[in-house]
């Protein structure tokens, strides 16, 4: 087993164990996490995800003596595995926190990229090392990245394959914060839990707002926000929000 998928009330933990290679990814590896990220999504009592990896590593990229064989149909098979794991966890409807407690290379830079928000260990490395092996960023790395940090930042990334430590990845953007290693996971698992004391279809919502607005022309997407507005209006969830603070008293959500 290379996932490991815990939850605590409301918050899952997810922890990529593979230590011994540095959490390398292979082909079962993303099989695991993409039953792992089903098993969260559809899980109505967890309301926050948050990954993170075991040991050093967050995730040293994809396993490169897994790759060195690959046959065309295997490279194909790989690139879709990798590309609709990834995707899944970008399209998830719950919140996800990427905990990078070290390196994040290629594939695992690719990941954390995937997830909603991205806070670093101070000994987190990132990179995207693929030119190094002959070969581009497949999951995701050209797009996210140049999205994130822009294209002149990404592009020297993607060129140099040059390893960034975690103040340079704050410094880029590619990071919401660094904290000291060992505040890391309860940092992130704290952030968690506030998300999912919050409106659970107000977060749901702004989520579905950024990812599907961000590609439209600010008119679109603000019709867009104006549409998903009115579906929280649709529901209790307002009236609970707005009567919990005039009575000063804890929220009581009731959608899942
Ligand atoms: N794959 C396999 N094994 C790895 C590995 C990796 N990516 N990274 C580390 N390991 C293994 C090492 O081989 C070593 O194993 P043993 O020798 O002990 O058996 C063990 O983990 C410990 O690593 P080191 O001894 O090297 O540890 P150090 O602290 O000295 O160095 C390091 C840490 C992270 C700087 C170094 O291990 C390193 O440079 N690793 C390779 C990083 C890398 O190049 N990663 C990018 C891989 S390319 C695609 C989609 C995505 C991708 C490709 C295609 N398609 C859609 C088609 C993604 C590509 C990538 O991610």
């Given at each position: 087993m290379y996932i490991e998928l815990q939850r605590d009330e409301r918050v899952a933990l997810l922890t990529i164990d593979r230590p011994e290679a540095l959490n390398a990814m292979n082909v079962e590896m993303l099989n695991e996490l993409s039953v792992a990220i089903e098993q969260t999504e559809d899980d109505d009592e967890v309301r926050a995800l948050v990954i993170t990896g075991r040991g050093k590593a967050f995730i040293a990229g994809a396993d490169i003596a897994h790759m060195q064989g690959f046959s065309p149909q295997q490279a194909k098979e790989w690139s879709e595995l990798g590309q609709s794991t990834v995707g899944k966890i970008e399209s998830m409807k719950k919140p996800v926190i990427a905990a990078v407690n070290g390196y994040a290379l290629g594939g695992g830079t690719e990941l954390a990229?995937?997830?909603d928000i991205r806070v670093a260990s101070d000994r987190a490395v990132f990179g995207q090392p693929e030119v190094k092996l002959?070969?581009?960023a497949g999951f995701g790395g050209t797009q996210r990245l140049t999205r994130l940090?822009?294209?002149g930042m990404a592009k020297e990334m993607l060129f140099t394959g040059d390893h960034y430590d975690a103040e340079a990845a704050l410094r880029m953007g590619l990071v919401n914060k660094v904290v000291p290693a060992d505040e890391l996971l309860p940092y992130c698992l704290d952030?968690?839990?506030?998300?999912?004391?919050r409106g659970t279809l107000a977060v749901r919502l702004s989520k579905e707002a950024v990812n599907h607005g961000r590609d439209m022309d600010l008119e679109k997407a603000l019709h867009l926000e104006a549409t998903l507005y009115a579906v929280v209006f649709s529901t209790d969830e307002?009236?609970?929000g707005c009567g919990a603070f005039l009575e000063k008293r804890e929220p009581k959500w009731t959608s899942s």
């Amino acid at each position: 087993m290379y996932i490991e998928l815990q939850r605590d009330e409301r918050v899952a933990l997810l922890t990529i164990d593979r230590p011994e290679a540095l959490n390398a990814m292979n082909v079962e590896m993303l099989n695991e996490l993409s039953v792992a990220i089903e098993q969260t999504e559809d899980d109505d009592e967890v309301r926050a995800l948050v990954i993170t990896g075991r040991g050093k590593a967050f995730i040293a990229g994809a396993d490169i003596a897994h790759m060195q064989g690959f046959s065309p149909q295997q490279a194909k098979e790989w690139s879709e595995l990798g590309q609709s794991t990834v995707g899944k966890i970008e399209s998830m409807k719950k919140p996800v926190i990427a905990a990078v407690n070290g390196y994040a290379l290629g594939g695992g830079t690719e990941l954390a990229m995937a997830c909603d928000i991205r806070v670093a260990s101070d000994r987190a490395v990132f990179g995207q090392p693929e030119v190094k092996l002959g070969m581009i960023a497949g999951f995701g790395g050209t797009q996210r990245l140049t999205r994130l940090v822009g294209p002149g930042m990404a592009k020297e990334m993607l060129f140099t394959g040059d390893h960034y430590d975690a103040e340079a990845a704050l410094r880029m953007g590619l990071v919401n914060k660094v904290v000291p290693a060992d505040e890391l996971l309860p940092y992130c698992l704290d952030m968690a839990k506030r998300i999912a004391s919050r409106g659970t279809l107000a977060v749901r919502l702004s989520k579905e707002a950024v990812n599907h607005g961000r590609d439209m022309d600010l008119e679109k997407a603000l019709h867009l926000e104006a549409t998903l507005y009115a579906v929280v209006f649709s529901t209790d969830e307002p009236c609970e929000g707005c009567g919990a603070f005039l009575e000063k008293r804890e929220p009581k959500w009731t959608s899942s």
